[in-house]
């Protein structure tokens, strides 16, 4: 079948590029179209179309072109047209028919056979091109017509012309539809077998999108009339690829729906879909029931995979569509998509559908192909969104992941530094108290160097226990003394302790307090915390510094912002904030203070992070629980 149409397809080329070769009669003598004709019904027995009614002149019945075509009686099975041939000068003459509608077909010229087609298959769109005689001109044209449908006859113009002209159009009929059907069918190859490389969780959408699209592609080759007009041979075989597309088609679309969007309210999604799972097996089961009977059941079947399934169809693009247009007012985007291209293929569908049933089958649906090439758009378009925003989840999954190794990291190096402080601490202070007062004596009774080198060395001890302490309260966050804090007044008090520090560097300190803001804790540990945070605010700055103090409340936290306008910090410096034994400042400190910070915010069962760009400043942000004020009130008495 390949080979074949590809030779059409070749033969199209050709005859679109031959026009040099045309004779010159063509340019002189263009086709003309015949608009009238008539019909006769043939009644009673039939004759199965041996003799052309050359010589019957009654119950003809008047025909205009592209006007609705007579409608078939009751018990009338078989149709006489005949058409008279305008005089002409054409070198090759033929007659060209677009649509003629019936199974059975005999062209006479007079009571000359020139051409005899019969369909074993319920496929009756004919496309004719008719080669004639000189010795025609002005002959009558006999066409008989035999159907088991409820349409027959011509549907659309008759052109009279040179047959190298009109064989384009003869070509032309229905290629498109087969070109753009082998599109489809290559493009639901490619998705299905991509689909295996995707994750599980998108395999059935993949899978079910393959087959709306696959499905598709065989509804446009084997609904074609180009098909069947050079493939007849193969027109049961098309016939019943079609009906399995069609029953493919209807659960794969509404399956992948659901998985899109889910089942629905009441599960109405996936009950539809049950139910044209089932009905699509009756039918392939009836159709090969029919297929091994010879037709015996074609009408029976016909019915039930034509008129009903439209039917169906119809109801399902209306359950679709309302729920898409549900899912759209909740500004699902993939609803919206969706919505545009489902809406297009469904309402163009629908309105088709309609027109055939009103026009009782005397129209052939041509529009909805190209519906479902935006539909099929907007589908590929909802995969590849729902594709990004996979990969999407993992990276953020895997930085979620980094970051939850880094902190299980630092939890571990926290646990066995405090175990190790807590050792050292106990072990080292009490020998340095010991010696502490032993030189302090020592000190009292020396006089000159040694009175200095004594002072130094207290000095020296003092900033040890110090460093001791630190070691303790990182080992030991929790708080011996818990109460409420009333921030207003513990930063008051911090900034009376660091305000002198701020001036002697150069830098100044506003304060902004909301009032009526409590926290709970222990007082000392609290303004250590906030002491060690601003002290390296104080120590970044340079001239004209400032350390702004801002704290509020929202919902039930209380933030605290503590920001400089410093040097700042690089990125890497800034991720390693609080980490054992790391300072920013490597001629001062021992890492140490924002250390013990981080553990006493932590034993508040609060949060903190810092924001700092270099030569911009740096930014604290402490987020603590809010407490009630004494007797149940947020402000202070």
């Not at 054409?90 to 009571?111: G, N, R, W």
């Not at 915390?529 to 039930?556: F, P, Q, V, W």
């Not at 810092?610 to 402000?635: H, Q, W």
Request: hydrophobic content about 45%; glycine content about 8%.
């Amino acid at each position: 079948m390949v080979k074949s149409l590809h030779t059409a397809f070749v033969l199209f080329l050709l005859c679109l590029t031959c026009g040099g070769l045309q004779v010159s009669a063509q340019s002189a003598s263009p086709a003309s179209e015949i608009r009238h004709w008539q019909m006769k019904w043939q009644e009673g027995p039939d004759d199965g179309g041996l003799q052309a009614p050359v010589k019957e002149e009654q119950g003809w019945i008047d025909v205009e072109a592209k006007a609705e075509m007579p409608r078939k009686p009751s018990g009338v099975s078989s149709a006489w047209t005949k058409i008279t041939l305008p005089s002409y000068h054409y070198v090759s003459p033929s007659v060209y028919i677009q649509t003629i509608y019936a199974l059975h077909v005999k062209v006479y010229v007079e009571d000359r056979l020139v051409f005899e087609g019969d369909r074993g298959f319920i496929m009756d769109n004919y496309s004719l091109l008719v080669p004639l005689d000189m010795r025609d001109n002005g002959k009558t044209l006999y066409i008989w017509t035999q159907t088991l449908q409820d349409r027959i006859g011509i549907k659309e113009q008759v052109m009279l012309g040179e047959h190298t002209i009109l064989i384009k159009d003869y070509i032309k009929n229905g290629l498109i539809d087969v070109i753009l059907g082998g599109a489809f069918i290559f493009v639901a190859a490619v998705l299905f077998v991509c689909a295996f490389f995707l994750n599980k969780e998108y395999f059935p959408v993949a899978a079910s999108l393959s087959i709306v699209i696959a499905s598709t592609g065989v509804l446009s080759v084997t609904y074609s009339s180009f098909t069947y007009t050079f493939y007849s041979y193969l027109g049961g075989l098309s016939v019943f690829l079609f009906d399995v597309a069609l029953l493919s088609l209807l659960p794969a679309l509404t399956f992948l729906f659901e998985k899109i969007f889910g089942a629905g309210k009441y599960g109405i999604i996936r009950r539809f879909r049950k139910f044209q799972m089932a009905y699509s097996l009756f039918c392939c089961v009836l159709l090969i029931i029919n297929a091994l009977s010879g037709g015996r059941y074609l009408k029976f079947y016909y019915f039930i995979s034509t008129n009903i399934v439209g039917i169906i169809m119809i109801l399902q693009f209306i359950l679709l569509i309302g729920c898409v247009i549900v899912f759209s007012l909740k500004r699902n985007k993939d609803a919206i998509i969706f919505a545009c291209g489902f809406g297009t293929a469904a309402l163009t569908g629908i309105l088709e559908l309609l027109w055939y049933y009103l026009k009782r089958g005397n129209y052939d649906l041509f529009y909805w192909k190209w519906a479902l090439v935006v539909f099929i758009l907007s589908l590929i378009v909802i995969l590849g969104r729902r594709l990004a925003q996979n990969h999407s989840q993992v990276v953020k999954y895997s930085q979620e992941l980094e970051l939850f190794n880094n902190e299980l990291q630092r939890s571990e190096k926290m646990e066995i530094i405090s175990e190790l402080a807590a050792s050292v601490a106990h072990e080292v202070r009490n020998p340095l108290q010991v010696t502490r007062g032993f030189l302090q004596l020592l000190s009292e009774k020396s006089s000159g160097d040694e009175q200095k080198y004594l002072t130094m060395a207290l000095s020296e001890l003092d900033r040890a226990a110090s460093i001791i302490t630190d070691f303790l309260t990182f080992a030991k966050p929790e708080f011996e003394q818990v109460s409420l804090l009333y921030v207003n007044e513990e930063f008051m008090h911090i900034q009376s302790i660091l305000l002198p520090l701020c001036h002697l560097n150069g830098g100044k300190m506003i304060l902004e307090v909301e009032d009526g803001l409590w926290v709970k804790g222990n007082s000392s540990k609290f303004k250590q915390a906030m002491i060690n945070i601003i002290k390296n605010s104080i120590e970044s700055l340079g001239e004209e510094g400032t350390i702004h103090l801002l704290a509020y409340s929202r919902g039930d936290k209380v933030h605290i912002h503590i920001k400089d306008n410093g040097a700042g910090m690089e990125p890497s410096v800034l991720s390693r904030l609080g980490e054992p034994y790391f300072s920013s400042n490597k001629t001062k400190g021992t890492g140490l203070g924002l250390m013990v910070t981080f553990r006493i915010i932590e034993a508040m069962e609060g949060e903190i992070r810092f924001m700092s760009k270099k030569g911009a400043g740096t930014e604290s942000i402490t987020i603590l629980p809010r407490a009630e004020g004494p007797d149940d009130s947020n402000s202070r008495s």
